[in-house]
């Protein structure tokens, strides 16, 4: 992994690039620390823009945000329940869904992928983002899934990984947020993906332990490495 982020976001000429979108050879990781959704945001964009030219590989950003609220692009905001009382600033964004966190304790996983390299199918990158997050949470003891017609990885009937996707001429953008620490008062001022009393959870709480997110960013690492590789994709 890369040191942490250092507040810039030009990344012109990172890996190989001669103008084409090519299969790298791996994806590259990048772990940021904690920074500010603006500058994460800006540097998924810069990223996405070097990945249509060919200038950079497929990256992972693995990170934690400052205390935040995103939606989509959506003309019901009622998840973000009374918009003008909220402690954190709230930010609309190009990927689907409703409200949520994002805050300490957290880890974010930001997927700057060439989806024609991945099969070109929506649904189906979600599905193996949720699998690779169960998979994920075997690794602690935790017996997690999918619930029919919602997005993100449930444990019982509790929420313990949201997952909204932009895409931008089949190069995605954001990921996933997996709820790590057991502090999770940041939602309690939304409600968190528009489903109406919905309990979330995290895995230090499912552990009945408290896990770092530095310990959560190296056990989910080579489970996205495996998702996402060559031979993944036939």
């Known amino acids: ?15 190989e690039g001669t103008g084409t979108r090519k299969l790298p050879a791996m994806i590259e990781f990048r772990s940021l620390g904690s920074i500010s959704y603006p500058d994460g945001l800006a540097l998924q964009n810069e990223l996405v823009e070097l990945r249509h030219l060919g200038e950079c590989g497929d990256t992972v950003l693995l990170l934690e945000h400052e205390p935040v609220y995103t939606i989509g692009r959506t003309r019901d ?20 869904g409703q409200a949520t966190y994002h ?3 957290q880890l974010v996983g930001y997927l700057i992928l060439d989806l024609g390299l991945h099969g070109r199918d929506l649904h189906a990158y979600l599905r193996r983002i949720e699998g690779l997050l169960i998979d994920f949470a075997a690794g602690f003891g935790i ?51 528009g489903i109406s009393g919905v309990t979330m959870t995290s895995l230090s709480r499912e552990c009945g332990r408290e896990i770092t997110v530095e310990e959560a960013a190296r056990e989910i690492e080579p489970l996205i490495r495996e998702a996402f590789a060559p031979s993944a994709l036939c």
């Open 1 to 15: 992994m890369v040191p942490p982020f250092n507040g810039r976001v030009v990344l012109k000429g990172c890996g």
């Open 77 to 96: 905001r009622s998840s973000l329940r009374d918009s003008g009382d909220l402690p954190h600033p709230v930010f609309e964004i190009n990927r689907g």
């Open 103 to 105: 805050g300490p304790g």
């Open 143 to 193: 017996d997690a899934d999918r619930r029919e017609g919602l997005t993100g990885v449930w444990v019982e009937d509790r929420k313990l990984a949201s997952i909204g996707v932009g895409v931008r001429k089949w190069v995605s953008m954001h990921g996933f947020g997996l709820n790590v620490s057991s502090d999770l008062s940041g939602y309690e001022a939304i409600t968190p993906c």
